[in-house]
């Protein structure tokens, strides 16, 4: 069975830009959440989605965005890139409640 | 809220020792509490869950985990060190309301020597 994929895997992007990534999820998953995680502030939910909804979302400004497509994949969007918003972004999905299957991120530098 | 602490920043082990890597919680009702590793440049690895029933918890890779409601703790431990455990160790606890919000805790990097 395939893991959870993650598109690009590298970018740089500069400031004021925005960024899609793109998570596939393992078949018959049908939640996907996303997390930013940096060196400062550890590990941070970003938003869960379930069945193409926003089940979860975290305390992160509305430049960060995501969706769901009807197929379970799932893209999350940043907008007006800053310095801060350097980070690896993990997807992840899920089958049972708290066990999360994790790509092996997306590592953006915003320049 | 809840939330989860991890102590040490960092864990030092002999090969063949037994480890520990220590995590408290701070949650109100029934704590769903978990353990995941990761390796350099990887993603988390899903290692073990707490969700009710027996205190000691057994999971991947020869680890296991003790719940003990009365220190508000869920300790990962393995009884016989590998080098390649080394890694990043996270605790983390499912947020209440539903759905798969986990909360991390801030991390120990476990190192194991020869």
């Known amino acids: 069975k395939a893991g959870v994929t993650q598109t690009p895997r590298y970018l740089i992007k500069t400031r004021g830009q925005q960024v899609t990534l793109s998570c596939s999820p393992i078949?018959?998953?049908?939640?996907v959440s996303w997390y930013q995680q940096t060196p400062g502030q550890g590990l941070q939910f970003l938003f869960e989605?379930?069945?193409?909804?926003?089940?979860n979302k975290g305390n992160f400004p509305g430049r960060f965005s995501g969706r769901q497509f009807s197929n379970s994949r799932s893209e999350m969007n940043v907008s007006t890139l800053e310095l801060g918003d350097s980070a690896l972004y993990l997807c992840?999905?899920?089958?049972?409640?708290?066990?999360?299957?994790f790509g092996e991120g997306s590592r953006l530098t915003v320049l | 809220a809840q939330s989860v602490a991890q102590p040490e920043d960092q864990v030092n082990v002999a090969e063949g020792n037994p480890l520990t890597v220590k995590c408290t919680y701070s949650?109100?009702?029934?704590?769903?509490l978990f353990w995941y590793v990761q390796y350099p440049n990887r993603g988390l690895q899903f290692l073990l869950k707490y969700i009710t029933g027996d205190n000691l918890v057994k999971g991947s890779y020869g680890f296991e985990a003790e719940f003990n409601k009365s220190q508000t703790s869920f300790h990962l431990k393995k009884p016989s060190a590998l080098v390649s455990d080394s890694a990043l160790y996270f605790c983390?606890?499912?947020?209440?309301?539903?759905?798969?919000?986990?909360?991390f805790g801030t991390g120990t990097q476990l190192k194991v020597e020869l």
């Open positions: 078949s018959g998953h049908r939640s």
């Open positions: 949650v109100s009702g029934n704590p769903y």
């Open positions: 992840a999905s899920s089958l049972n409640a708290g066990e999360l299957f």
């Open positions: 989605y379930f069945s193409e909804t926003q089940r």
């Open positions: 983390a606890v499912l947020n209440t309301g539903g759905g798969n919000k986990l909360t």
